[in-house]
């Protein structure tokens, strides 16, 4: 089949899916979650936080996965306990808290990575190199994919519950609520720096919460939005790649704009509160 061959012909095709379908299955429930939690922007605050440990690591030992990596988890985790220090203990609120320390995170990471490398290796860190994955990344990814999955279903119950009614879970357990949100907050930058690895700060993102935003009109239940949420993430990634394959275009904003695309459609033809269905556009009256 055509849409199969660029996998069955080119190694690189391969590495690249196999990145994606990690990212997919592990990333897009998270994002699902960012979602009930009302903390949507949040993921990409982050995105952007975790630059400035990417470049100083980068600084240090090139483009090295491991440096890389745990500059990169570093500085999103001391980004987000930041941000919510601050939202604690002054005024400002949560949400312009994380927007202050990631535009300045992200200036900063900038700044370092220019300080050394060319322009070449600014876009690479900036939006990746999709085609570019190694069985390094690969296997990187796909344990961080494992872990996340294993770790989201320890603390799968207390997490929907405090997404549901927080003050319940507080009532039984005080420490519970802010031990289940610190742990959902490390998977989260976890993910995000392995979508870094691979499609880079500013796009990793859109795989994480684009699909997450699609499921919601594809089910009312919890469950199902998590099947709709990792299926729709994994069309946009084998999408994306073919196009990018047959169009010659970027793979990593391909597979973002794949993501778009489904996700616009989700919005006009989703069964659970889309815009022909809700208004019976699509409906057929019976005379």
């Given at each position: 089949?055509?849409?199969?061959?660029?996998?069955?012909?080119?190694?690189?095709?391969?590495?690249?899916?196999?990145?994606?379908?990690?990212?997919?299955?592990?990333?897009?429930?998270?994002?699902?979650?960012?979602?009930?939690?009302?903390?949507?922007?949040?993921?990409?605050?982050?995105?952007?936080?975790?630059?400035?440990?990417?470049?100083?690591?980068?600084?240090?030992?090139?483009?090295?996965?491991?440096?890389?990596?745990t500059g990169g988890v570093i500085a999103g985790l001391s980004v987000a306990l930041l941000s919510g220090a601050v939202s604690r203990y002054t005024p400002l609120r949560e949400d312009a808290s994380f927007a202050g320390f990631y535009l300045g995170s992200l200036a900063l990471g900038v700044t370092l990575v220019s300080l050394r490398g060319s322009s070449i290796d600014l876009l690479h860190v900036l939006f990746g190199s999709l085609l570019a994955v190694d069985n390094a990344a690969v296997l990187l990814v796909?344990?961080?994919?494992?872990?996340?999955?294993?770790?989201?279903?320890?603390?799968?119950?207390?997490?929907?519950?405090?997404?549901?009614?927080?003050?319940?879970?507080?009532?039984?357990?005080r420490w519970a609520a802010p031990l289940v949100h610190g742990i959902f907050l490390v998977l989260v930058v976890t993910n995000l720096v392995a979508g870094f690895q691979v499609l880079g700060t500013l796009m990793c993102v859109g795989l994480m919460m684009l699909p997450a935003a699609a499921s919601r009109f594809w089910s009312h239940r919890l469950s199902g939005i998590l099947v709709a949420a990792m299926s729709l993430a994994l069309l946009a990634s084998f999408s994306g790649l073919v196009a990018s394959f047959y169009l010659s275009l970027p793979a990593g904003p391909a597979v973002v704009l794949c993501a778009a695309i489904l996700f616009f459609i989700s919005i006009l033809l989703g069964p659970c509160g889309g815009i022909f269905r809700s208004h019976g556009f699509l409906s057929i009256r019976k005379e």
């Open positions: 089949m055509t849409v199969l061959h660029p996998f069955i012909e080119f190694g690189f095709m391969r590495r690249a899916l196999v990145a994606c379908v990690a990212l997919s299955i592990s990333a897009t429930p998270l994002g699902v979650f960012l979602l009930l939690r009302r903390m949507s922007l949040v993921g990409d605050a982050l995105s952007h936080a975790v630059l400035p440990g990417a470049a100083i690591g980068y600084l240090i030992s090139g483009l090295s996965l491991v440096a890389m990596g796909s344990g961080i994919a494992v872990v996340s999955l294993m770790v989201l279903a320890l603390i799968y119950r207390p997490l929907v519950i405090d997404a549901f009614d927080p003050g319940f879970l507080r009532a039984q357990n």
